[in-house]
């Protein structure tokens, strides 16, 4: 057991190596450079040759790509992720002070949206092509389709602007992390409860379900214990990289919120070619799913013991 | 459940007290304190009658974050406020100048050196002393070459200025100059009658106690960041506002109404303006445009609280003439009759925008787009537009390149939309709008491959050479590929001229230049509504009630009523 996730660390850093020369490489192709034209203002203007070649010189973009490549490296080995051109801190700062409120809004939007997902996945599961089910269904999908921006300015426009009950947006009070994590659960009740319906309504057919009732075991064990543990191993593998993007943020409701997290820092940094902090956000994004597959992984073991890796636990 | 009964029903009882207690009483005092005394602002204004309580003279606009508090670094980049830094003058809503951190200031017999005389009892929020040492420091370090700062050519025109930006002279030989503790100087290359809009639009001193001790780092932090305005930076939290409170040792003539002015930040793209307006999360200064005008006109509320002009902006369509088809004068003079610019600013944007058929926006300085025959050169015409296009060896279109019409950050896609429409229906040309953002927009233009795009010139200060300038710079006309004799002679006689009828008719004729050989297509000019709450009260407006261009006082006496 040990072996193997010592094994797959291993394996992380192998694949963080590799994202770290593609991203590298794919920021630096792209057309356009920090440097190209007046910042934040739209009108298009030149900056000076001679300006621009210090500006170049002093983040080190003048020398060639491998070397500002092992420079780069060099220097996040030793924790150092260099100083965003936009925001003028370093990079390590900027994350910091950034992500606890993601982190906060994606747990709350995780706490509150998988188990209501999964509860009515659960309730429409039981009584297939009911009304429960339908309007289960109704939601569910709604809330799937529709551009979680669409529901976070319409939730703006009824509880801010018309009702005034709750801002409008920003971060700091209680009041203000309302109205972003019920809009961010919204779109995670969605995807939760049809995995859940479909995996369950499966389970619910299978032959040890029936054996179980046939056991005389109450319905709720047999939902609970046998049915679920079973139909949940699809569940987990879809939970793993959602947490992830729940605890990395998302650049809609982060914008239209106004939350200073890091959710939409990837997109705004691309846009500002802002190459450290995309590089760093990359390798943040690729470490977190990968340790998420791992514990994916760890936990189908708990789930189902046949698939138990690297021998006893 | 039940344990808790006796506890929940204590709590009630005393929410019930509580609340019976204090609701008849506060009003009470509030009203009996209102009629003893004037409310008097931290600052030292006395506010006038109708005013809130202290405790709610509290103004919040919105902006995006500022890299730091130095603006004389690169002013894009930093939080910049007319109630942190004070300038030499302040531009009236009129677009006179009053005095601010210079008490006077005179120009020599030859028109190119200011001498300014400062207010002698200012200071910086940390009581130390501004003087015209923090100027000229400042002035220098501007144009520092080790600055890189991305700005400094709007500081060229100083004499040697570009050359000192350039390290090819000593600061000594720029056009900076100390007097006295008290005066300085700045000498212009030429004579440049509104260098007062240029050198307050940008210039304002920093603190060269604190850039000495803490280098560059001094604007990260408020702490290290005094202001010599009459708010001091009191709190910067990143990623969410930058709240300021009046500066104890501000003695000059626009001293604090409010008690806090707050700066919510938004992200750069993506946040609700109008809706935190409504929502009541910010004051005033949201400028809204397009679809949000449309709805603020149609509201009855937020049209009452809506200042409304024609921005000092021009959109035109750009051509790159290096290379064909925009080479051929006839290809884009059948494009300049080919736009119904009626039609696009009527029905596709709904009343948004004004026509035009020059590059000055309207009621700009020398602007006369009603000119017959400048509206003769790009008047909407299909049937000249289709004859053109035949004589440039493009009949109905035929053997025209499929172009991209390219447009950056969000902005005219519905206008490039309907354009791209008409000229297709009038000259039969396939030009694909896309919307790309800033760099790539900027990285096609710089490698030739953008051809033609729907652009736009927006007022960096009062002057119509802020606009014809442009077209003759080096860099624009890299891009362009146009110059011309006969323009550039007409706005080199006009740009040192004071302010006539004769400088106008110059900058004129250069007008026309660019209309008639269609040097670009120009379309129109966009409305915008400013809005600001109807509780926010004493805003220094325009003689006839709008807000006015670069109006500098704006917020200088307003404050928020009781109501």
Partial sequence: MTRYVLGRFAGIIGVLFIVSIMIFLMIHTIPGGPFDAMPTTSEFREIPEHIREKLMAK?????????????????????????????GEPVTDFISRSWPATAQLGLSAMAIGIPIGIG??????????????????????????????????????????????LPSGGWGEPKQWILPTFVYALGQIGGMARFTRASMVDAMQAEYVRT????????????MRHAFRSASLPLVTLLGPMVVNLLLGSFFIEAIFRIPGIGGQITLALYNRDYPVIMALILLWTFAIAIAYLVTDLLYGVVDPRIRVGGTM | MNRFAPLIALLAVLIMVTAAGCAPVAPASEMAGEEMMEVVSTGGVALPDDAAPLDQQVFRSAGIEGKHFDTMRNEYEGFAYEATIEQLAKMGPEGDWHPAAADSWELSEDGRTWTF?????????????????DWVYSFRRYLNPEMANVYAWFLFDLENGEAYNKGEVDVEELGVELIDEYTFSLTTKVPIPYYMFKINWHAAPVPRHMVEEHGDDWANDPATAPSNGPYRIAEWNRGKNVIFTPNPYYTGRYPATFEQRVQVIIPEVGAPLLQMYQAGDIDGGVGVTGDDLVQVLADPQLSQEAYISVMNRGVYIYMN???????????????????????????????????????????????????????????YDPELAADLMAQAGYPGGEGFPELTI??????????????????????????????VERAFYVDQMRNGELKVALNRWGADFIDPSNFVDWWDDPAASYFTGWTDEEYRNLIDTARPM????????LYHEALKILARDAIGVFVMNPVQAVLYKDYVSGLTLTDDGTLGVYN??????AYITDN
């Fill in chain 2, 498 to 505: 004071a302010m006539s009828t004769e400088r106008c008719d």
């Fill in chain 1, 59 to 87: 983040y080190g973009l003048d020398k060639p790509l491998y070397v500002q490549y092992f420079r780069y490296m060099w220097a996040a080995l030793r924790g150092d992720f260099g100083i965003s051109f936009r925001y």
């Fill in chain 1, 212 to 223: 179980a009732r046939a056991k005389g075991l109450r319905e709720s064990a047999v939902v």
């Fill in chain 2, 321 to 379: 003439q290096r290379t064909p088809p925009f080479d051929n004068m006839l290809v884009r003079k059948a494009f300049a009759h080919a736009v119904d610019r009626t039609a696009l600013c009527d029905n596709v944007m709904r009343g948004t925008c004004i026509p035009a058929h020059g590059f000055l926006p309207k009621d700009f300085p020398c602007e006369r787009n009603d000119d017959p025959e400048l509206i003769a050169y790009q008047n």
């Fill in chain 2, 552 to 557: 500098m006082m704006l917020l200088d006496s």
């Fill in chain 1, 120 to 165: 009515l996945g659960i309730l429409a599961a039981l009584r297939p092509n009911t009304w429960l089910d339908y309007l289960t269904n109704v939601v569910v999908i709604t809330t799937f389709v529709t551009p979680v921006f669409v529901i976070a300015i319409m939730s703006i426009i009824i509880f801010a602007v018309i009702l005034k009950w």
């Fill in chain 2, 117 to 133: 005389h400062l207010r002698q009892d200012a200071m910086w929020s940390d009581g130390t002393p501004v003087t015209a040492e």
């Fill in chain 2, 406 to 435: 390219f447009t950056k950050e969000g902005e005219f896609i519905r206008e490039a939309e309907a354009i791209q429409r008409m000229l297709a229906d009038n000259l039969g040309v396939k030009l694909t709008p896309q919307n």
